[in-house]
T-cell receptor
Framework: NAGVTQTPKFRILKIGQSMTLQCTQD?????MYWYRQDPGMGLKLIYY???????DKGEVPNGYNVSRSTTEDFPLRLELAAPSQTSVYFC????????????FGSGTRLTVV | AQTVTQSQPEMSVQEAETVTLSCTYD???????LFWYKQPPSRQMILVIR??????QNATENRFSVNFQKAAKSFSLKISDSQLGDAAMYFC?????????????FGKGTKLSVKP
């Protein structure tokens, strides 16, 4: 099983550019999440989804958008990139909320210059 | 709101020795889960160990064990017989069982170095 696949692994963006971080899981998980990780700050939730067609904001949603048209895919869109969005982004998924923990993708390191 | 605190930004241990990483959390819930994740330089987040709050018995996974003190809201990770491959960032995380989000709340992490 591939688990959770994130692309790209690295990206450099110029201020004001836009991009989409892709996330796909093949475990038929209902729940999917996007986190950002900044040095010394742990992981903070950006957006999450409890199933296809349903998304909601997390702790730090500003500057981002998501969609969930299928169970497998949960892309994260950055519009008008800013230096504050320089971070490592993780996609994760879980089958339910029964405390099984998450399966994480390998992360995307994004630099906005 | 629930919070997770890791008070040790960095720790160091000699190979083959034992080290304990601290974690405290704040919640008003009685049912929840706690986790320790390992993040090596490869960046991959790896689940190390999981504890269910309603179980008094401390979880163990080979060389990894926890000391779960529910009343004190403390959840420390003990690594025995430390190996060079244990060097990584370690994150403590809280999961509100049955919460609508199923959202993991993370501490800021502890960077563990292992000296040969």
């Amino acid at each position: 099983n591939a688990g959770v696949t994130q692309t790209p692994k690295f990206r450099i963006l110029k201020i004001g550019q836009s991009m989409t971080l892709q996330c796909t899981q093949d475990m038929n998980h209902n729940y999917m999440y996007w986190y950002r990780q900044d040095p010394g700050m742990g992981l903070k939730l950006i957006y999450y989804s409890v199933g296809a067609g349903i998304t909601d904001k997390g702790e730090v949603p500003n500057g981002y958008n998501v969609s969930r048209s299928t169970t497998e895919d949960f892309p994260l869109r950055l519009e008008l990139a800013a230096p504050s969005q320089t971070s490592v982004y993780f996609c994760a998924s879980s089958y339910s909320t029964t405390g099984q923990g998450y399966t994480f993708g390998s992360g995307t390191r994004l630099t906005v210059v | 709101a629930q919070t997770v605190t890791q008070s040790q930004p960095e720790m160091s241990v000699q190979e083959a020795e034992t080290v304990t990483l601290s974690c405290t959390y704040d919640t008003s819930e009685s049912d929840y889960y706690l986790f320790w994740y390992k993040q090596p330089p490869s960046r991959q987040m790896i689940l190390v160990i999981r504890q269910e709050a309603y179980k008094q018995q401390n979880a163990t996974e080979n060389r990894f064990s926890v000391n779960f003190q529910k009343a004190a809201k403390s959840f420390s990770l003990k690594i025995s017989d430390s190996q060079l491959g244990d060097a990584a960032m370690y994150f403590c995380a809280y999961d509100d069982y049955g919460g609508s989000q199923g959202n993991l709340i993370f501490g800021k992490g502890t960077k563990l170095s292992v000296k040969p």
